[in-house]
């Protein structure tokens, strides 16, 4: 056999194996998806607080900030400014579909393909409910909080569609870090954050680029 005709062959291999792999990793994510979207639609109806209970200026901010193109895309997302490399979806993979999420690349192909598996199962309004209940929050009063529900509760006294728009974003910038964030000592750093998320939602500015979650580009500029 010639080297060239054994190389033809390799890369036939090659690309077989890597074709069956793919194949494989697909089927595996649908049955993934398929297993858990009934146990976490059912989930989502226990919460007393769904997501058509946020007014429609919070839900807009929500989305704004934490996934832009939510209920455009299919479950990945790598291309808005600001959205980075996890949407709504595929963080709700993480917390249901892992036992023991381990970051690196095998682990997020197989998140991102059960994210587009469950996108397709699951619907969105399901999705942002279980987001708004799920989601780490920080501590207020030394009590860890998940979901901004229990958090407006705690934190303001109040129930999450009665807060002020200040105090609810203030929830939403904690979420991009909420051990830091809810932190007495970084006070100054949520604050400046919170003005950041203002000038997003009015248009002020945007993100620079697909990784800027701390909205640098909603930073104002030095006099």
């Known amino acids: 056999m010639r080297l060239r005709d054994a190389a033809c062959y390799l890369l036939l291999a090659l690309a077989l194996t890597a074709t069956v792999g793919a194949v494989?990793?697909?089927?595996?994510?649908?049955?993934?998806?398929?297993?858990?979207?009934?146990?976490?639609?059912?989930?989502?109806?226990?919460?007393?607080?769904?997501?058509?209970?946020?007014?429609?200026?919070?839900?807009?901010?929500?989305?704004?900030?934490?996934?832009?193109?939510?209920?455009?895309?299919?479950?990945?997302?790598?291309?808005?400014?600001?959205?980075?490399?996890?949407?709504?979806?595929?963080?709700?993979?993480?917390?249901?579909?892992?036992?023991?999420?381990?970051?690196?690349?095998?682990?997020?192909?197989r998140q991102s393909l059960i994210a587009r598996a469950l996108d397709r199962r699951l619907s969105k309004e399901d999705q942002l409910t279980l987001f708004v209940n799920q989601a780490a929050v920080g501590s207020c009063d030394g009590v860890w909080l998940e979901g901004l529900p229990a958090a407006a509760e705690v934190c303001y006294g109040r129930a999450l569609e009665w807060l002020e728009e200040e105090e609810y974003l203030t929830l939403v910038a904690r979420l991009v870090a909420p051990g830091r964030l809810s932190d007495p000592a970084h006070a100054d750093e949520l604050a400046e954050r919170v003005r950041r998320i203002q000038r997003l939602l009015r248009g002020e500015c945007e993100p620079r680029g697909l990784m800027d979650l701390w909205l640098e580009g909603c930073a104002e500029a030095p006099e």
């Open 24 to 109: 494989w990793l697909w089927r595996s994510a649908v049955g993934r998806a398929e297993r858990i979207a009934p146990g976490v639609a059912e989930l989502a109806a226990t919460y007393p607080v769904s997501w058509s209970d946020l007014t429609r200026s919070q839900r807009s901010a929500l989305l704004a900030v934490e996934d832009p193109r939510f209920f455009e895309h299919r479950g990945i997302d790598v291309a808005t400014p600001g959205a980075g490399l996890t949407t709504i979806t595929q963080g709700l993979v993480k917390r249901l579909a892992f036992d023991d999420f381990r970051p690196g690349p095998v682990a997020k192909l």
